[in-house]
Structure formats: structure tokens, C-alpha cells
């Protein structure tokens, strides 16, 4: 379990990261998103959760993405397939 002042806590600084880098531009590396994360999820034989899919388009739309999480809600996977298809462009 995610402790609550834990999570507030990064919710807090996410929240303020993301309120002074809403400057950043979107990025363009990955042209269709949704074609890329159908690919990974064939190469790695895994199907992604909702919002690991839901995550792992944001990262590929932005240039900034701020992974945070309890144990075992999947941010090793979704680095893993962030990687996986940066590598392969």
C-alpha cells in the first residue's frame, strides 16, 4: 500500500513540475502512438493495463512525463516499453 503523505507528497511535486514545464513542446518522435504500442505489446507478449496504455501514449506525446507509483502498478513495465519503442525508431 502507498502511503497517503507519501503520495501527497508526489502529487504535490508532480503538480508543480508539470505547472513549470507546461512551456515544453510537444514531441513528434513517435508519429502514430497507438501503431507503436500495439507493436510493443506484440514484441513483448504482454498486454498492457488501461493505464499503462494510457501512460505509456502520454510519453510518447511529451517530452516530460513523471512516473510515480506504488510497488506493483507497473512502472518498470511502462519504462521497459518506453524504451522499447524509442529504441527502435
Do not use: Y
Not at 493495463?49 to 501514449?57: F, K, S, Y
Amino acid at each position: 500500500m502507498f502511503e497517503k503523505k507519501l503520495f501527497a507528497s508526489e502529487e504535490r511535486s508532480t503538480r508543480t513540475f508539470l505547472l513549470q514545464s507546461s512551456q515544453l513542446l510537444r514531441s513528434t518522435c513517435v508519429k502514430n502512438v497507438e501503431k507503436a504500442i500495439a507493436w510493443c505489446q506484440r514484441k513483448t507478449s504482454k498486454e498492457l493495463a488501461a493505464t499503462q496504455h494510457e501512460a505509456l501514449q502520454k510519453a510518447l506525446e511529451s517530452r516530460v512525463l513523471v512516473i510515480t507509483g506504488g510497488p506493483g502498478v507497473g512502472k518498470t513495465t511502462l519504462v521497459d516499453s518506453i524504451l522499447l519503442i524509442l529504441r527502435a525508431k
